[in-house]
């Protein structure tokens, strides 16, 4: 089983959370988020990264940097147990006191069966811009290929996709994402058709 994981929407659920820029910092260099999702060698290497509070407010447990990445609070106990492949980058932030552990999706795999996913093409007679998707506007259900998928991989994203919470992990990611000690509720987790 496989799972899409976002952030919860529920405005409601933010109303008194600090909300963070869609950009990140690398070396004092502005990046958004859309540019590091695809180039994600940008966030290997050692860097100094920040991220920067649009909103003050109480510190949640996970956060996310604009619809590419989520962040996990730092103090949680046994966050690096989350530190697969070296998956995990150090965030500080710019104004506030906050840290972060970004859970960098860079693996991508090319395991998406396009004729049974659901998906909101194109019309025929529009020419997508240059930074849109080629496939379609919107990213329904995906329905993946298991064989195309490694064994033991825990988490990535879907090749030819660069959506909104392009993050799938594994049934096993998501227990240890559960075993952890913080509000779930600011996560969901989207059950994935597998054939």
């Known amino acids: 089983m496989y799972y899409k994981l976002g952030i919860n929407p529920s405005s409601r659920k933010w109303s008194t959370y600090e909300n ?14 859309t540019r590091l999702f695809s180039y994600p060698d940008l966030l290997k290497g050692g860097k100094h990264i920040e991220c920067m509070a649009l909103r003050e407010g109480q510190k949640a447990p996970i956060n996310s940097i604009g619809a590419d990445f989520i962040l996990f609070d730092h103090s949680i106990i046994d966050i690096m147990s989350l530190n697969v492949d070296n998956n995990m980058i150090a965030v500080e932030s710019k104004n506030s006191d906050s ?97």
Not at 27 to 32: L, R
Not at 145 to 152: M, S
């Open 99 to 195: 840290k972060y552990l970004l859970l960098n999706n860079f693996r991508s795999i090319d395991c998406v069966d396009w004729d049974l996913s659901e998906i909101d093409p194109w019309p025929k007679n529009i020419n997508p811009a240059k930074w849109k998707n080629k496939r379609a506007r919107f990213f329904i259900k995906p329905v993946l290929k298991k064989d195309h998928i490694p064994p033991q991989t825990k988490v990535f994203r879907l090749q030819e996709w660069d959506g909104a919470f392009n993050i799938v992990i594994s049934d096993d990611y998501k227990d240890q994402i559960m075993r952890l000690n913080f509000d779930h509720t600011f996560l969901t987790f989207e059950a994935l058709t597998v054939i």
């Open 20 to 33: 963070l820029s869609s950009s990140l910092w690398i070396d004092g260099i502005e990046m958004s988020s």
